[in-house]
């Protein structure tokens, strides 16, 4: 352990076992979670603590950070900073990380998944098959996706690996957008195309 740390970490949920492990290894490491008495812990060891780490659907509460005087550091393995009292926080000037992007191939993959599944009626599918319908006759054909042009609101960084997956797909990608994109971003898609549109939809 570096000897110039001098403070602590407080884990306030558990996270994966390789990221516990990795901050074992560089920091004095507090489980909160599993205190029986996390009140009475926290007014023990909580001038200790420097840095405090959770998931996003976890965070920390304001109770939790008042008994941590010396904390200067919220860290959150997710991408979500709603259960952080954000206001509380910077009048406390504590700073907030996440992981951003971690999860972005991620949904990008799901919204792929969903896509297929709505069109190619693989849930309808599934529950046909277990409730035993095949029996008395066939699902009704489905929706092809291939060749269809596939239209994408809002280029965020979600969104930015949709157009390279359709290409597998053989369809047509569109974009809307209120200002010129990048060249970067489209060109992985030969088939993705931008068109301007105004900033309200509906």
């Not at 659907?57 to 919220?74: A, R, S, T």
């Not at 069109?119 to 009704?140: A, I, K, T, Y």
Request: glycine content about 10%; hydrophobic content about 45%; some cysteine.
């Amino acid at each position: 352990m570096n000897s110039a740390i001098t403070r602590a970490v407080l884990l306030v949920a558990p996270v994966i076992e390789t990221l516990q492990e990795q901050l074992a290894a560089e920091f004095p490491l507090l489980r909160l979670y599993e205190q029986d008495d996390p009140i009475a812990f926290l007014r023990e060891q909580g001038q200790n603590v420097a840095a405090v780490v959770t998931r996003g659907d976890v965070g920390v509460q304001n109770g939790v950070l008042e008994l941590l005087p010396h904390v200067g550091l919220i860290a959150i393995f997710g991408v979500g900073t709603d259960a952080v009292d954000l206001e509380y926080v910077r009048s406390r000037q504590i700073a907030v990380s996440i992981t951003s992007g971690v999860l972005t191939n991620d949904v990008a993959d799901l919204a792929m998944g969903l896509l297929l599944a709505g069109s190619r009626q693989l849930c309808q599918g599934d529950r046909f098959v277990r409730e035993g319908r095949w029996l008395n006759g066939g699902l009704p054909l489905a929706t092809q996706v291939s060749g269809k042009r596939i239209g994408i609101l809002g280029m965020g960084n979600i969104a930015r690996p949709l157009p390279a997956a359709p290409a597998v797909l053989i369809c047509r990608c569109s974009i809307p957008t209120v200002s010129r994109l990048p060249d970067s971003i489209i060109s992985g898609a030969p088939t993705c195309i931008p068109w301007p549109m105004k900033a309200t939809f509906w």
